[in-house]
């Protein structure tokens, strides 16, 4: 009831008092979920029916981001450089109707083999909180998924419904996280692999992707960690249990040209250390997916990308 009450008026309230509000309140339940954060022992438990990752790898590595304003818009192509110039690829996903979506850095991401995808709608308030409701803006999103030839979902602030979103035309949704008590939707899926989310009448489905590996607004600007030591002790934990390490980063709150970052930004070398810890320490032993690569492994099946509609 209060987290409804607070995305309701949300809009309302002051970005400075927002954040001072999550930081309290992270910062109290940090202390109190410590024995499942950041990591739940249970989540790295392995299928009954799991037959390990291609080519024999200990784990998969999925990086991803969400981009939720204008500014994080801007900084889109400055972060696949990077990317590029250190040898991964990541997806990044778009908020359609809250800012204008720049269709040239959608096409240079796909044609220099990054993914894209939706990111909601327009990020105002629970996208599930009412059926006829969401039913409405799944036509929307729909819309949007084709013309981007997009075949990926992610709801802002992780709120998820997995019945409702059959409604979506997706072969992956990633609005779920193995073990996260500061999301406003904190229901852990409990798993650091992926799932098949199945229609009731026994058709394809689609899978789920939860995150595994904390988020950088979580870490760094709500708990103002100054190292990237909670991600390395996640990711040796993944490692170890052979599951799947998803990061969520945001370009938004990425500090670019080494100035002092603002109050809710962060430097970039730390996503740049993460990367190249992974490089260096892990080299040879992870499968580097995409996540609509991963989502086609997962079913079993090499169907066609799609053709977008448009740009």
């Not at 818009?73 to 990317?83: A, K, Q, S, T, V």
């Not at 629970?126 to 075949?151: S, Y």
């Not at 990633?174 to 692999?193: C, K, L, M, N, W």
């Amino acid at each position: 009831m209060l987290t409804s009450l607070y995305y309701t008026l949300k809009p309302l309230i002051p970005r400075a008092v927002q954040l001072a509000v999550r930081r309290s309140v992270t910062r109290r339940r940090r202390e109190r979920f410590r024995h499942v954060w950041p990591i739940d022992e249970g989540a790295g438990n392995v299928p009954e029916d799991w037959e390990g990752w291609p080519e024999g790898k200990r784990f998969a590595l999925v990086l991803t981001h969400d981009v939720d304003t204008h500014r994080g818009m801007d900084r889109c192509l400055p972060l696949m450089e990077i990317e590029k110039r250190l040898g991964f690829r990541s997806s990044f996903y778009f908020v359609p109707e809250r800012y204008p979506v720049r269709f040239d850095v959608l096409q240079t991401l796909e044609r220099e083999g990054f993914e894209v995808g939706v990111h909601g709608l327009d990020h105002k308030g629970n996208l599930f909180r009412d059926r006829k409701v969401f039913q409405d803006r799944a036509t929307r999103i729909n819309r949007h998924l084709k013309e981007w030839g997009a075949v990926g979902f992610r709801s802002p602030c992780m709120f998820h419904n997995l019945d409702w979103t059959h409604d979506l035309e997706v072969r992956y949704d990633a609005s779920t996280f193995d073990t996260d008590p500061f999301e406003p939707q904190p229901d852990g899926v409990g798993t650091i692999f992926p799932f098949r989310v199945s229609r009731k009448d026994g058709n394809r489905g689609y899978v789920e992707l939860p995150y595994t590996l904390p988020q950088d607004f979580t870490l760094f600007v709500l708990l103002g960690e100054k190292t990237i030591d909670i991600w390395k002790r996640k990711l040796d934990w993944i490692a170890e249990k052979g599951g799947m390490a998803l990061l969520i980063t945001h370009p938004d709150y990425m500090e670019f040209e080494g100035k002092q970052p603002g109050r809710e930004e962060y430097p970039i070398r730390y996503y740049t250390e993460f990367l190249e810890h992974v490089r260096s320490h892990f080299r040879g032993s992870y499968h580097p997916f995409l996540p609509r690569d991963l989502a086609e492994w997962f079913h079993g099946k090499q169907l066609p990308h799609p053709v977008r509609t448009s740009w």
